[in-house]
């Protein structure tokens, strides 16, 4: 079932920035086209840890929400999260993860994630972390 | 040739695994995505499963358990995100045995390429 998305969710999409960062490329690629789908209109992708951290400072991209998976090679999703909170005070990051404990998601939380997203990563979870960013 | 996922076998391989792939999961991509965005998001699944296939067998060759699981990870992740549940299935447990401290051993490595294989009927991974 897909659940529908009002012009208001549609708006709020279209005036956010992202930044996806996924050292996969198939996962990287099906994040990137569901935001799309959900009316993102800036999507930037990162392909691993560092060239997200790379493209944070040098301020090539200013993400409002950060869509970051938690493993990858060299620094992971929670180095990521940690820098961008220090970068871009009220960022908001989404951590990925095919984790599924609750320790996991609590891990997640105390590290000042915004959101946790356990894959399979399908239009319905993206849809409905990103509702709760909008606080509606 | 048939295309992989819809349309390719969707049985358990054995009785207690998974189905090859969950079909319902990828017609919904499908139809959320389009054709040429989940086929363009394919062909990067069949580039990451090669690396990925080559990343596991040396972990094993190597006897490097922790190279085995950082890699059966990676490939739990990218199947499970588009439906290939058997891939996923014992990628999981690859990863589970490595984190263990076991590397992938010689039937492991045959049931993983088998999973493949018959997720993506006549392609090759495995060079």
């Known amino acids: 079932m897909t659940t529908q998305v009002d012009q208001g969710f549609v ?18 690629l099906l994040e990137a086209s569901l935001l799309r789908g ?3 209109r800036t999507v930037v992708t990162a392909v691993d840890g560092a060239d997200a951290v790379s493209k944070l400072e040098s301020g090539a991209t200013q993400p409002d929400i950060i869509i970051c998976d938690w493993l990858m090679p060299g620094l ?12 871009i005070p009220g960022i908001k990051v989404v951590m990925v993860t095919s984790k599924s404990g609750l320790e996991d998601a609590k891990l997640a939380h105390d590290k000042g994630a915004d959101g946790y997203v356990a894959k399979p990563f399908t239009r319905e979870t993206l849809l409905a972390v990103l509702k709760r960013l909008r606080g509606v | 040739m048939s295309p992989p996922g819809i349309g390719a076998a969707t049985g358990a391989a054995e009785d207690s695994d ?9 017609q919904d991509l499908r139809d959320t995505l389009g054709d040429d965005i989940f086929d363009e998001i394919l062909d990067a699944l069949r580039d990451n499963l090669g690396r990925l296939m080559k990343d596991i067998a040396e972990a094993a060759t190597q006897h490097d358990a922790a190279a085995a699981a950082r890699a059966a990870h990676a490939l739990k992740g990218a199947t499970l995100n588009l439906g290939f549940t058997l891939i996923a299935h014992h990628a999981a447990r690859l990863e589970a045995k490595g984190k263990g401290g076991t590397a992938p051993a010689a039937d492991d490595m045959a049931v993983i390429r088998h999973a493949v294989a018959i997720s993506f009927p006549g392609e090759d991974f495995q060079r």
């Open chain 1, 11 to 28: 708006e709020w999409m279209s005036d956010k920035s992202f930044l996806v960062v996924e050292d996969v490329s198939s996962s990287r």
């Open chain 1, 38 to 40: 959900l009316g993102a």
């Open chain 1, 76 to 87: 992971d999703g929670i180095g990521v999260l940690e820098h961008a909170k220090r970068l």
């Open chain 2, 18 to 26: 998974p189905a090859v792939v969950d079909a319902a999961a990828q």
